[in-house]
Structures are given as C-alpha cells and as structure tokens.
C-alpha cells in the first residue's frame, strides 16, 4: 500500500495514475480501519532513542554501535508524511511537499512541519556524508553511523532530529485515536 500511494508515473498515459490516485484517495480519507493500519505502520520504525533521550545503538550484528539513519530516522518522516497526506486528502508523492501540506491544511502545525522538514534534510545530509566518507575510504556506502564520526555538535543535532520524529509519531498516534483525522 505504500508504494502505491508513492508511485510515480514515469511513462504512458500519467492521467491514468492521477485518476487513479484521487480515487482511491477519496476512498481512504474516512476509512478509520485503513488509516489505522496505516499509522500502525508508520509508528513500526522508531527513532533510536533510550531514555533521557540518549542515542540508542545496534547491540549485535554486523552494525554494532550505530544508529541506521535510514530506517530509524528517514523512513519514519516519509511515513508520518504519508499518513498526513492521506489523512487529509492529499496527492502529493513528495514528502517535502506532503508535509508542506499537511501545515496548509490543518493536519499538521507549521512548527511542527517545519520541524519534520528540517529533520529530514539534516537526516539525509548526515547520510550522505556518512556515505561520501565511506566511498572515499573504499568501503561500501550504507545507513549505519557510528555517533563517533560525528561531532558532539553533530550528535546533538542528530538527536534533536529524532526526537522531533518521536514526538511527532507521539501526535499522530494520539490524534488518530482520538478520531481527529
């Protein structure tokens, strides 16, 4: 269902797609059960922070001692977007403009759209990096960083931006149970 409500058309008759979108989009607003699912999801990747909000590393595996920017931080923003774009009706694919959005029409505060933006394109700013440090050492780019080859000013706004995706994941669950979407 997520990558339906993501996709783009790339060829062909694109009229089919928008068509199809603002149906099946006009279906979902007010189907309570299919938002709920599509909350449940959106609530299944959480931001890697502990109590006190301290940075919360893998324990095991090939990635011990890092965070996965992708999966605990970036997926989560385009998921509380998507969400907010099919709470309100909305055909955006774009998370920017999702989120852009769910501000104007009233799903979201603009503090708080600003807020998920800004995160997101710390988030993926951070990443790439990561990735750009990776490829230069010969290593293969992935998601996974160590809070080490960063900057205590760094790390601190790493974690400012998970923090705004909990608290914004903390809003939507509380909102969407009390049936305000």
Same mark, same amino acid.
């Given at each position: #269902?997520?990558?339906?409500?993501?996709?783009?058309?790339?060829?062909?008759?694109?009229?089919?797609?928008? #068509?199809?979108?603002?149906?099946?989009?006009?279906? #979902?607003?007010?189907?309570?059960?299919?938002?709920?699912?599509?909350?449940?999801? +959106?609530?299944?990747?959480?931001?890697?922070?502990?109590?006190?909000?301290? !940075?919360?590393?893998?324990?095991?595996?090939?990635?011990?001692?890092?965070?996965? !920017?992708?999966?605990?931080?970036?997926?989560?923003?385009?998921?509380?977007?998507?969400?907010? +774009?099919?709470?309100?009706?909305?055909?955006?694919?774009? #998370?920017?403009?999702?989120?852009?959005?769910?501000?104007?029409?009233?799903?979201?505060?603009?503090?708080?759209?600003?807020?998920?933006?800004?995160?997101?394109?710390?988030?993926?700013?951070?990443?790439?990096?990561?990735? +750009?440090?990776?490829?230069?050492?010969?290593?293969?780019?992935?998601?996974? !960083?160590?809070?080490?080859?960063?900057?205590?000013?760094?790390?601190?706004?790493?974690?400012? +931006?998970?923090?705004?995706?909990?608290?914004?994941?903390?809003?939507?669950?509380?909102?969407?149970?009390?049936?305000?979407?």
């Amino acid at each position: #269902t997520c990558v339906f409500f993501d996709m783009r058309a790339v060829h062909g008759r694109s009229e089919l797609l928008g #068509t199809l979108r603002r149906d099946v989009l006009e279906r #979902t607003r007010k189907q309570s059960i299919f938002l709920a699912y599509m909350v449940g999801n +959106a609530l299944s990747h959480q931001p890697p922070l502990g109590m006190f909000n301290q !940075l919360t590393l893998l324990r095991s595996g090939e990635h011990k001692g890092t965070v996965d !920017l992708k999966h605990n931080g970036i997926v989560p923003i385009v998921d509380l977007a998507r969400v907010c +774009a099919l709470g309100g009706g909305d055909e955006s694919v774009n #998370t920017h403009d999702r989120l852009l959005h769910a501000a104007s029409g009233g799903i979201l505060s603009e503090n708080s759209s600003r807020d998920l933006r800004d995160a997101l394109e710390f988030l993926a700013a951070t990443r790439i990096r990561h990735q +750009a440090r990776q490829m230069a050492q010969g290593q293969p780019p992935d998601n996974f !960083l160590s809070p080490t080859e960063v900057s205590n000013f760094e790390r601190s706004q790493l974690k400012d +931006a998970f923090r705004v995706v909990k608290t914004l994941q903390e809003v939507l669950g509380q909102r969407f149970q009390a049936g305000r979407f």
